[in-house]
């Protein structure tokens, strides 16, 4: 075989563009939009006087939808060719990133984590974008949270927010009648969050899939409902206001404190800003939310985390190995609960105002699809998901009223190529090569 | 032989059991022994109620009537009568499913370490230790890995250890999901069909795995199967099922000759000469 012969052959073996059958394709479909629009939109009745009826046509419109039609189906069969030879090479977009990511997992990570500190001190930052770097930080945690139900235990659970609710009602009546802070109020909030979350695993033990997702739903909705109408304690739909502020270590952050109390920026000899406090506050949830990460990933290696993970593959199998569904999987709610119940905890005291409004189930639906869209069990997955659902929104604020319609779009895009999620990379939570010994 | 086998304890006794779902008999009357040391095999037409036993004994059913009896340590455990779960860590019964039932999306490795949750469990306190780390825990858990490279060199899993369970190609699939019953330690560990789906040279692989575990290991086996030349082969003792109910019980010889078991295989009318072909399969093999 020649050089110039293997040289053909190659070319002919690599796939390339079909630019001639794809402009055939393409006049195919639009000569049947024009058949179709042609008695559709390419012609009117309208009244002439009398009751008679004239026929008006409208052929520019026709032309429009056949060149609509021609230009979007040949797009769409290029772009079909193009992953198609991408693909034929193994790579795509997600699989070189997935396989980058997965081999840098601790750089990555700790990048990440330095910019999510530096975030505040960074020359662009400003007010606003702290705030909705907390906002981030609260669903990145409440991803965490429920990944423990959904993505690992595989419990499909639509009314998380009602833990939610419940740590965040809990710190909020603590504070009013009780008079705690938000740091004494804080373990109250997750272990009365988890009791609710026990309270709930009891009736749904032997549901699984769809009926479960009903069952919480309907549980999400019962909290809401409780909260809105037991008005003496919850406030009704006004809500509970004045939810008290957390304090750095006792000292709070007020521009003059009553007699006897240390302010922040007087023990420190800072110039008053009210910025300081938003900044603390970031950093809470940072922290609050990188230990419900440290504890979450820890968990998963535990034989708690891998009974739950079995569970999810199969519950069947568990039992005849042993293992009590029930424990497990009453453990999965309780824990993923608790954390919830943190979040709530911390949501109240970063609001200083609650009330059912907050705490409605387009929030569950959120952070399902948070842990949903980041990959199921995924931690850097569920953060990735929560920039793009929680942070893109606020830059499209400029759309306005297409916001919601962009987002539904990318939602479904990204459920069309990712259909396990952004990150569905699952790490074993222990290997025998590891060990690195010999047998 | 029969007369010594009376005499000695059974490892599992099963008397008078009885199942019914509705106005179905899946298991009438049944009564059998299973002992120590002994590969029994459970065989029978498709539908005979063989896996119902199973499920029975291994706490996925609760029977309606009979006894199902577990002698471990000098000591009478009453299946019946203990919650599901709890019949692997207290009886000692571990069991395999006849359409696997594996962890697919865990490695090889979790799989066999999952099974060993509850002492796993102990010694991470309720997950309280693992957390925190602590030697006591971490030790557990090399042990725990140990045990589990133990069946996975019995087995012949060991280069895959870290793939996911899923990826295996089948015949590995089936001796993972035996590897992973018998990491939690068994006395009797019930096989539902093992056989099904494997090539000769798998079947004749897995064999000689159940003889090993059975003579090195000490482990009593309880075999459904449908592979004569498994039965045959490597049985001590073959029940035959046909409706629910039992009705025949020996050595796999004197079944081959069981007038019963040729109707109950072959029908009423048919003439009392076995086809070649079936005659073939209950035979047993020369080469033993």
Not at chain 2, 148 to 175: C, H, N
């Amino acid at each position: 075989m020649t050089a110039a012969s293997e040289l053909a052959a190659e070319k002919a073996a690599r796939p390339s563009l079909d630019w001639a059958g794809s402009l055939k394709d393409a006049a195919l479909a639009s000569l049947v939009a024009v058949l179709l629009a042609l008695p559709l939109m390419g012609l009117q009745t309208y009244d002439i006087g009398g009751g008679a009826l004239g026929i008006r046509t409208h052929f520019d419109w026709v032309a429009a939808a056949a060149a609509a039609v021609f230009a979007g189906r040949l797009v769409l069969r290029l772009y079909r060719q193009v992953r198609h030879i991408r693909e034929s090479r193994g790579e795509t977009l997600f699989t070189r990133l997935a396989a980058w990511g997965s081999r840098r997992v601790l750089p990555i990570t700790i990048a990440g984590i330095a910019f999510a500190v530096a975030l505040p001190l960074l020359p662009f930052s400003s007010r606003y974008l702290i705030d909705l770097g907390t906002t981030v930080l609260i669903y990145v945690m409440l991803g965490w949270g429920l990944n423990v139900v959904v993505g690992l235990a595989g419990l499909l659970d639509l009314g998380y927010v009602a833990f939610y609710a419940v740590g965040a009602y809990t710190f909020a009546l603590l504070a009013r009648d009780l008079g705690f802070t938000f740091w004494e109020a804080l373990p109250f909030s997750g272990l009365v969050a988890a009791s609710f979350g026990v309270v709930l695993g009891f009736p749904v033990l032997r549901l699984r899939g769809d009926y479960l997702a009903i069952v919480t739903l309907g549980f999400g909705e019962i909290i809401r409902i409780v909260l809105l109408n037991w008005a003496p304690v919850t406030g009704g739909p006004n809500g509970i206001s004045d939810v008290p502020r957390p304090s750095f270590f006792g000292l709070p952050f007020a521009r003059s404190a009553p007699e006897g109390v240390t302010t922040f920026h007087q023990f420190f000899g800072l110039e008053f800003s009210p910025d300081q406090r938003v900044i603390f506050i970031y950093f809470v949830i940072l922290v609050l939310a990188l230990v419900t990460n440290l504890f979450t990933l820890r968990l998963r290696k535990l034989p708690i985390g891998r009974a739950w993970e079995a569970l999810r593959e199969d519950e069947i199998a568990c039992r005849a190995l042993g293992i009590n569904p029930t424990n497990v999987k009453l453990s999965a709610f309780g824990i993923g609960a608790m954390l919830g119940g943190f979040a709530g905890c911390f949501f109240a005291t970063r609001q200083g105002f609650i009330s059912p409004e907050s705490f409605t189930f387009i929030e569950s639906a959120t952070i399902l699809a948070i842990v949903v869209l980041g990959g199921m069990g995924s931690q850097m997955g569920v953060v990735l998901a929560a920039i793009l659902l929680v942070a893109l929104p606020e830059f499209g604020r400029a759309f306005a009223e297409f916001r919601m319609l962009i987002f539904g779009a990318a939602m479904v895009a990204i459920m069309v190529w990712r259909p396990h999620g952004l990150l569905a990379h699952r790490e074993p939570s222990l290997r025998l090569a590891a060990r690195g010994e010999a047998p | 032989m029969n007369a010594a086998a009376e005499d000695r304890t059974p490892l599992l006794a099963v008397e008078h059991l009885t199942m019914r779902f509705g106005g179905l008999v899946a298991v009438d009357d049944l009564s059998f022994t299973a002992h120590p040391r002994e590969i029994t095999a459970i065989i029978g037409p498709n539908g005979a109620g063989k896996t119902t036993v199973f499920n029975c004994l291994t706490g996925f059913y609760r029977p309606r009537a009979g006894r199902l009896a577990m002698y471990r340590n000098g000591e009478c455990l009453l299946l019946e009568r203990i919650e599901g779960f709890k019949i692997v860590r207290q009886a000692g019964i571990a069991r395999t499913f006849q359409n696997i039932r594996l962890f697919a999306g865990m490695t090889v490795l979790e799989n066999l370490v999952v099974a060993q949750h509850n002492a796993l469990m102990k010694a991470s306190v309720f997950s309280l230790a693992g957390l925190l780390g602590l030697p006591r825990y971490r030790s557990a858990e090399r042990e725990a890995i140990d045990h589990a490279r133990y069946w996975l060199d019995k087995v012949g899993l060991t280069e895959v250890a870290d793939w996911t369970a899923g990826t295996l190609p089948y015949g590995a699939q089936r001796r993972l999901e035996i590897a992973r019953a018998l990491c939690t330690a068994p006395a009797l560990l019930c096989l539902d069909e093992p056989a099904a789906g494997l090539n000769p040279r798998e079947s004749a692989e897995l064999n000689e795995l159940l003889l090993a575990i059975r003579t090195d290991e000490g482990i009593a086996v309880l075999l459904i199967e449908h592979d004569m030349s498994v039965v045959m082969e490597i049985s001590d003792h073959v029940i035959v099922l046909d409706y629910g109910r039992k009705i025949a019980d020996g050595t796999p010889t004197a079944i081959r000759a069981d007038p019963n078991v040729i109707k109950a295989y072959l029908g009423e009318d048919q003439g009392e000469e076995l086809p070649e072909t079936i005659a073939a399969d209950l035979a047993i093999p020369r080469s033993q």
